[in-house]
């Protein structure tokens, strides 16, 4: 079982709509990271989430911390086919150093 | 700047074979990280090194599976004897200092094809 189950797992969706993508956890995170992947190449950090309840905005992507630091969302507005690719959260944990990723959301935006 | 470099891009190789992937993280950072990533199981952390000294190996598969540090600037993986299930892409990333908000920079991966 994942220590950060995301949803949904595959999304396709026409330019100009918005979306929701999900990150849960039944554990709680000192920081909460997204990452954007495209194909042939390593995660990128899009932004990192520490405080429960934060909201983080970058152009048109919303990112939330939950009061709890269990969960994340990203809301996504006016979707470009240029936003698609996959995005991972990933969790650091208060006792380790590590960062532990989801499984992802593959996001497909049509022109 | 040079990115993390990880080598070779692609390598397929014989069920029994040895395998060798290598890794040069970002100069300066003092903590890298070997994942595995495959559509069904998503990305998996192997192992991670903090000043080059492995700290927690609880995702290595199994004793074919092994990491190596010998220095700040590089780092192995190596899968002795592989098996076609190992076939995945291997991702190493390095970050700097301990902090909540240090991001983890990642190469472009190894694709590994095990036949």
């Known amino acids: 079982t994942q220590l950060l189950e995301q949803s949904p797992q595959f999304l396709s969706i026409q330019e100009g709509e918005n979306l929701t993508v999900y990150c849960n956890s039944s554990?709680?995170?000192?920081?909460l990271q997204w990452y954007r992947q495209e194909p042939g190449e390593g995660p990128v950090l899009l932004v990192t989430?520490?405080?429960?309840?934060e909201v983080k905005k970058l152009k048109r992507l919303t990112f939330q911390f939950g009061d709890a630091r269990k969960d994340s969302s990203l809301h996504i507005t006016a979707a470009q086919p240029g936003d698609t690719g996959l995005y991972l959260c990933?969790?650091?944990?208060?006792?380790?150093?590590?960062?532990?990723f989801g499984a992802g959301t593959r996001l497909t935006v049509k022109p | 700047d040079a990115g993390v470099i990880q080598s070779p891009r692609h390598e397929v190789t014989e069920m029994g074979q040895e395998v060798t992937l290598r890794c040069k993280p970002i100069?300066?950072?003092?903590?890298l990280f070997w994942y595995r990533q495959t559509m069904m199981r998503g990305l998996e952390l192997l192992i991670y090194?903090?000043?080059?000294?492995?700290?927690?190996d609880s995702g290595m598969p199994e004793d074919r599976f092994s990491a190596k540090m010998p220095n700040a600037s590089f780092s192995t993986l190596k899968i002795q004897p592989s098996e076609p299930r190992d076939s995945a892409v291997y991702f190493c990333?390095?970050?700097?200092?301990?902090?909540?908000?240090?991001?983890?920079?990642f190469g472009n991966g190894t694709r590994l094809t095990v036949t």
């Open positions: 990333a390095s970050k700097k200092g301990r902090t909540v908000n240090s991001p983890l920079h």
């Open positions: 090194f903090n000043n080059n000294v492995p700290i927690d």
């Open positions: 100069s300066g950072h003092n903590s």
């Open positions: 554990s709680v995170f000192s920081s």
């Open positions: 990933a969790g650091l944990t208060y006792n380790n150093n590590d960062m532990r």
């Open positions: 989430v520490v405080t429960g309840g």
